[in-house]
Each structure stands twice: as structure tokens, then as C-alpha cells.
């Protein structure tokens, strides 16, 4: 089979865009071939069932949900959509896990590891409680494919009553996104406990203050 494309142009050796001198004739004939063919996005494997045309493509995949993220466990090499590593999360490494509403608060206990958390739009998070000699630190980390700016705000409190002695501290700040190709974001400490307040019951308290992610997408 043989196809002729041709179109005439009032001077095929000047661009008809910004008329400088060019030996490129533009087909548009071949420009609406290509145009219609949808390609697949590289992601289908993990969930994408997105096709578009082979020059938004790029595009697309730069904001695509479903590129993966990574385990972060150490000598684990599960990689999939944020959905998929979830599920990995909670059935291959037992950890525990909270959903939640937006605006809403509640309880986490402190205990050293990882808690998964995902909210009511799937959005996954992780809860980190790591031990130190002087108490724990508590970091928050929003489980994201791409690098964005954050879009998610955590107010974190916790309430110690024992005998006469009460203590409390609350904080709030901006949760860092992480695809988790490196572990763990190291040097993120959102929220430190004191050793002496600590106990086996001890919990980040789910009051009006308490844990609570605030979705700071308009």
C-alpha cells in the first residue's frame, strides 16, 4: 500500500508559524495519524488504565497516581501504586494501621515502628515513632509518587496526667511527601516525647487538639 501526503503551502521553505527560512515542509497529514494513536501510560501495571496520545504521554506521567512508590523496609523490594503498597504494609510486614476523616481526630499509641494511616480519599501516610535515650520522636509522612510541595497540615498533642503531675505539648506542622526511594526521610522529627511521660499505654491523645490531618488542597 502506498500513501502520498501532500499539502500545499504558500512557501514551502518558510515556516508557516513564524515564516523563517526552513527545508522542514510540515504534514499535518502524519501530524493526525500520529495524534490519534493512544498509547498506554508506563504505569498500567500498577492500576493506570489512562491511554493518551503518544505526545501527551510525558505529561501525563509526571502527575500519574499510580507511579510507584517503595517499601521502605530494609531488604524489602516492593515497589507499586500507593493502593498496592498499602496493602503490602498491612499483609506482608503486619504493621498496624488507622483510617481516618479529615478534621477529625484520633488515638495513636506510642510504640516504637510503624503505623500506616490513610484517609478517606486513600490517601496513604505513615506514622514513625522511633526511640531514643532521651524518649521518642514521632514523624508523619505523606506517601506520595511525585515531588510536590506539601499538601497536607498534621496537628499533633499529648496529655500526661500521673498523681498530682500533669504535662502537655501539641504541635502542628506541614507533612513532607516521600516516594520512600531512599527509606525513611531521615532528620525529620515532627514531634518529641520526653522518656519521663512515657508508659505502656501512653497514646498521642484524639481530643479536640488531638491527631488530625487537615487537607490543605482547596
Not at 146 to 175: G, I
Amino acid at each position: 500500500m502506498f500513501i502520498l501526503l501532500w499539502q500545499a503551502l504558500p512557501n514551502p521553505k518558510k515556516c508557516h508559524y513564524c515564516s523563517r527560512e526552513s527545508d522542514y515542509n510540515r504534514c499535518h497529514g502524519i501530524e493526525k495519524i500520529i495524534g490519534s494513536i493512544q498509547v498506554p501510560c508506563s504505569n498500567t501495571k500498577y492500576g493506570c488504565s489512562i491511554k493518551t496520545s503518544y505526545y501527551e504521554r510525558e505529561d501525563h506521567e509526571t502527575t500519574c497516581p499510580h507511579a510507584p512508590c517503595f517499601c521502605p523496609d530494609t531488604g524489602c523490594s516492593f515497589s507499586g501504586s500507593t493502593g498496592m503498597l498499602q496493602e503490602h504494609f498491612i499483609a506482608v510486614h503486619q504493621w498496624p494501621s488507622t483510617k481516618f476523616r479529615y478534621d477529625w481526630c484520633f488515638y495513636a499509641n506510642i510504640q516504637e515502628g510503624i503505623r500506616v494511616i490513610s484517609g478517606e480519599d486513600k490517601q496513604l501516610f505513615l506514622l514513625n515513632v522511633v526511640s531514643e535515650s532521651f524518649g521518642c520522636v514521632i514523624s508523619v509522612f505523606c506517601v506520595w509518587p511525585h515531588d510536590t510541595d506539601p499538601k497536607f497540615r498534621c496537628a499533633m498533642s499529648f496529655n500526661y496526667w500521673k498523681n498530682s503531675l500533669y504535662h502537655a505539648r501539641s504541635s502542628e506542622f506541614q507533612v513532607p511527601s516521600t516516594t520512600l526511594s531512599d527509606g525513611l526521610p531521615r532528620d525529620c522529627f515532627l514531634f518529641i516525647m520526653p522518656k519521663f511521660y512515657l508508659d505502656e499505654d501512653s497514646k498521642i491523645c484524639a481530643t479536640e487538639e488531638g491527631f488530625s490531618m487537615k487537607n490543605l488542597r482547596p
